[in-house]
């Protein structure tokens, strides 16, 4: 069997690998790269292989790093399957029309300052139509549950804690009379995550391609994070500002409205701050969070039972329309605005940013990871200056960033999802972190006496 690592190694996004095992090809995940521009630029490259040719594709969860491609896949031929638990498919429904709007709406804007230049347009990576023509390929299965892909593969998904329907994927290959049996981690998530489940332990493996994005970092515990995180809401109100929240749409945002929703259940002063969820995708993805308990964990279903309402809370608007996000432009303080895109490259967050950093007495509350290179990033590094929508803003709110709200194993968890193996994978590809976390993250195995370990190259093939 041949497995060559298409994308996410060296760096985060991008997340690809091709396995070749006699007549049958399998793609896991078809991320997109994000980030900087150098990066942004892979997502045109053809494929480094012929999509007709494919079997299937494995989607380890919905993030479009590692799905953002599927739209492309098959406008360029791909005929298979794309498999993703039950609750991943649904998602990966909403993250990929929103990709599609996304890609359409940069076209439009390059397109107008080529023009203006005397230049070409520009076509969108791809189209809502392709979009849609690509889930129709799309097919959800419950977790734990084997399926074979031709002769040669069959795998099943187990939860990986990350976010709704996230797995890590147990395949087994056969050829020649062996059987090889291969794990892709995917997103590792943490234990005592809200909402959902922990993620299960690996089963024997002979090889395993493990994430590490926080292959260097020790997050701080979730109690102590939300402790915190109350803190800076307590300060923000006194200081009478609004609060700002760059929030993914799906599965962070998701988490702060429980967070908030168990904070304010008891009688706390804050009870009564306006809360807005502005993005339409947030307020779906929030849907089918309801409708999948399967992925829940003990908490979530007690609060269920007990016929509290879920993801809900008094004071809690969410925004759909334009108009209505506009509205939110014109109040100055005490409301707490939770919006997507999460690193603040796309999306309402941009908007609201722009009314919001130049402001003192307001507050931007980091709660989840900034890739190199984004809007969010540049913020979160101490940019005096930012930005948006073509317009100089200067920072003045106060930039605050809580690593505590991951929904990535940090190193210490992903050492010990790995001990949890029943048996330890004999060969380790270290994947899915910015270079120099990989390394460490492998370096930190190797202390640990786990020799076996490998940082691969975009583009590298391996026998196994
Ligand atoms: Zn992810
Ligand atoms: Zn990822």
């Known amino acids: 069997m041949k497995i060559t ?91 990929l029309l929103d990709s599609a709007h996304i890609q359409e709406r940069d076209a439009e804007l390059e397109t107008r300052k080529k023009l203006r230049k005397g230049k070409k347009a520009v ?10 023509k690509s889930l129709g390929f799309v097919r959800g299965i419950p977790y734990r549950q084997q399926h074979n892909i031709g002769k040669n593969f069959s795998f099943l998904f187990k939860d990986a804690g990350h976010i ?52 260097n970092r020790l997050h701080k515990n ?13 300060r923000c109100n006194q200081e009478c500002g609004n609060i700002i929240i760059p929030s993914f749409a799906v599965g962070r945002t998701q988490e702060i409205i429980y967070i908030l929703s168990s904070m304010w259940s008891n009688d706390h002063p804050l009870k009564n701050m306006r809360t807005f969820i502005d993005s339409p ?31 809900n809370f008094q004071g809690l608007t969410l925004v759909e329309t334009p108009e209505e996000s506009m509205e939110i432009n014109k109040i100055k303080s005490g409301a707490i605005i939770i919006s997507a895109s999460g690193m603040c490259n796309a999306g309402r967050i941009r908007h609201h940013l722009k009314h919001n950093l130049w ?22 590094d101490g940019a005096k200056k930012v930005k948006i929508m073509g317009e100089d803003i200067v920072v003045k709110a106060k930039v605050h960033t809580l690593g505590g709200f991951s929904a990535h194993a940090d190193r210490d968890e992903l050492y010990s999802w790995l001990k949890g193996f029943s048996r330890l994978p004999g060969k380790i590809f270290i994947v899915h ?17 786990i020799t076996e370990v490998y940082v691969p190259r975009r583009l590298e093939s391996f026998e196994i």
Request: hydrophobic share 40%; with cysteine.
């Open 281 to 311: 995708m947030a307020v779906k993805a929030t849907d089918v969070f309801k409708k999948h308990s399967e992925c829940f964990d003990k908490e979530a279903m007690d609060i269920l039972r007990n016929g509290n309402s879920f993801l």
């Open 164 to 215: 709704l329907g996230s797995a890590f994927i147990e395949i087994e290959v056969r050829e020649k009379g062996e059987i090889k049996r291969i794990t892709f981690s995917g997103d590792v998530g943490r234990r005592n995550t809200p909402i959902i489940k922990d993620p299960e332990q690996g089963d024997s493996s002979d090889v395993l391609f493990i994430e590490s994005t926080y292959g």
């Open 222 to 234: 979730l109690n102590e994070t939300i402790a915190e995180f109350e803190d800076i809401l307590l």
């Open 5 to 95: 690592c298409l994308g996410g190694v060296r760096t985060v996004t991008g997340s690809s690998y091709l396995i070749s095992a006699g007549e049958n090809n399998v793609l896991v995940d078809c991320g997109m790269f994000q980030g900087r521009s150098e990066t942004e630029v892979l997502n045109e490259e053809p494929f480094q292989f012929d999509p007709r040719k494919l079997d299937a594709v494995l989607i380890t969860h919905s993030h479009i790093d590692h799905i953002g491609l599927l739209p492309k896949l098959v406008k360029e031929g791909f005929r298979g399957t794309i498999f993703a638990t039950e609750a991943a498919a649904e998602l990966t429904g909403i993250m």
């Open 123 to 132: 076509s969108p990576l791809y189209t809502t139509e392709d979009a849609l």
């Open 359 to 380: 402001n003192k007495k307001c507050h931007i509350i980091f709660v989840g990871f900034q890739a190199a290179g984004t809007l969010g990033r540049a913020i979160v």
């Open 433 to 449: 972190g910015e270079e120099s976390l990989s390394l460490e993250f492998a370096a930190f195995l190797k202390e640990k006496s």
